[in-house]
């Protein structure tokens, strides 16, 4: 056995020394010291039992970046994104992050020569963005109410969580639009149906996380704008583009889901999914300032400084923003479209080949944003948690999960595709799929089967 010697003069197992003897306490503090590496060490060994991050497609969020990049966020973990004051350079690099989301999203009356120009905010991922622009809905709202009802926000049922959580800490009456087999988004329709004069606003989803499909965000838009020409209520429109908002301005720059159409008031978007940062970064950016009501912004002096301030989140690392940065300076739009272009290219090339299964029916293929979703037909003696399960057991981690409201009876499974998910890895997931899809229908029943009843 390979011996080590210690500076105290101990001769140990060169790896298993006092973790091999010792056990450590894991709820509560250890009494004495640890040497640095055993506590590594610990650390370390038990954090081999996560999943790959690399072959989990089942998020959204990035997993993969540039070692330029690693080293420039490892070397910025202790600037403090809050104080703007002792850390004037991480500051005006937020405000030039904000200033390029904003010229992306069309926003209106930007000056090339001045980032100050931008309404909006870094926060950690789009669910604090979401909070801020809800917020902002509702301080317009209340500052132009005339009657004595409750705010209520129009959303569909496929939103995400963190919509659910904003109707309730924030007392929102949320009213969700159902989706329905076969139409997994909302329609104009039916938002038509829904808003009053005490609608605060209307959520439509640019890539939505259950398919990854984009909300008829225009339409919506065209609709509410007959119906406030009509004598109704005049309802705006915020766009959560979590998820295709760093996707759809490089695949399809024609289509106006944003500021070009005045409706929209404000937009989030996740700069830790295809904004291709590591969690966590989004930004909140409004049409104007004028939609940013002047009551959600408080300023503080005790950092250093007179300092505006309107995030939910006070002190948090300015690292996310710093690689955020890294990222639109070194890609640039050209590098952006070509990387959105490959994931496109390589979900679409997964959906064609689930395509020739007899047993799938592939309901997004990733066209729109690099994420597909696909379903068992109605023939199988096997469901998508077998598959899931399965798929699992050999290393890849593809969820399934069943629709929301009114579609609950469809199960799915989705694949994201993101940055560092190349062709080859696609070619193997395929592989993996075929053999799972072999092994089911041979009788090697999955217990996974036990949940999906």
């Not at 011996?3 to 056990?23: F, K, M």
């Not at 503090?29 to 060490?41: G, N, V």
């Not at 590591?278 to 007179?306: M, S």
């Not at 729109?368 to 696909?374: E, K, R, T």
Request: with cysteine; net charge negative; glycine share 8%.
């Amino acid at each position: 056995m390979t011996r080590n010697i210690h500076t105290d003069g101990v001769v140990s197992a060169a790896y298993t020394g006092r973790l091999g003897t010792d056990p450590v306490p894991a709820l509560r503090l250890p009494e004495d010291q640890l040497d640095p590496d055993a506590a590594y060490r610990f650390i370390h060994d038990e954090l081999m039992l996560d999943g790959s991050s690399r072959l989990n497609l089942a998020t959204f969020v990035t997993t993969w970046m540039d070692p330029q990049a690693e080293k420039l966020m490892a070397e910025t973990f202790d600037k403090n994104m809050i104080d703007k004051d002792e850390y004037p350079s991480t500051a005006a690099i937020e405000q030039r992050c904000v200033n390029i989301v904003a010229d992306l999203f069309h926003a209106p009356g930007l000056d090339p020569d001045d980032p100050a120009s931008a309404t909006g905010v870094s926060t950690i991922g789009s669910s604090e963005a979401v909070m801020l622009a809800g917020l902002a809905l509702k301080w317009r709202w209340r500052a132009k109410k005339t009657g004595t009802g409750a705010p209520n926000l129009v959303l569909g049922s496929n939103v995400q969580v963190v919509w659910e959580k904003f109707c309730r800490y924030f007392d929102v009456e949320p009213k969700y639009l159902p989706v329905e087999r076969g139409r997994y988004v909302i329609t104009a329709e039916q938002v038509r149906d829904a808003v009053d004069e005490n609608t605060i606003g209307v959520v439509a989803i640019l890539g939505t996380t259950f398919t990854g499909e984009l909300e008829p965000v225009q339409e919506i838009c065209a609709m509410l704008d007959d119906v406030a020409t009509s004598g109704g209520p005049d309802v705006p429109v915020h766009v959560d583009a979590a998820s295709g908002g760093f996707v759809v301005p490089f695949l399809d720059p024609e289509l106006e889901w944003d500021f070009r159409l005045p409706r929209v008031r404000s937009i989030n978007v996740s700069g830790h999914k295809y904004g291709l940062t590591y969690p966590g970064i989004g930004f909140a950016v409004w049409r104007t300032a004028e939609d940013l009501p002047d009551d959600l912004v408080f300023r503080v002096n005790y950092l250093g400084g007179d300092m505006p301030t309107f995030t939910l989140n006070f002190s948090r690392p300015g690292n996310q923003v710093i690689g955020q940065y890294y990222n639109f300076l070194r890609l640039g739009r050209a590098g952006y479209t070509g990387i959105m272009s490959a994931l496109r290219d390589t979900a679409v090339r997964i959906s064609k080949h689930l395509d020739t299964h007899d047993d799938f029916e592939v309901i997004t293929d990733g066209s729109a944003i690099p994420v597909l979703a696909f379903k068992l037909k109605e023939h199988c003696d096997f469901t998508v948690f077998d598959v899931s399960h399965e798929l699992r057991a050999r290393g890849w981690q593809v969820p399934a999960y069943t629709m929301p409201d009114n579609a609950t009876d469809v199960a799915v499974l989705r694949i994201v595709v993101r940055e560092g998910f190349s062709a080859d890895l696609g070619r193997l997931l395929c592989n993996a799929i075929d053999e799972v899809i072999d092994g089911l229908k041979s009788g090697g029943h999955s217990t996974a089967r036990a949940f999906s009843h």
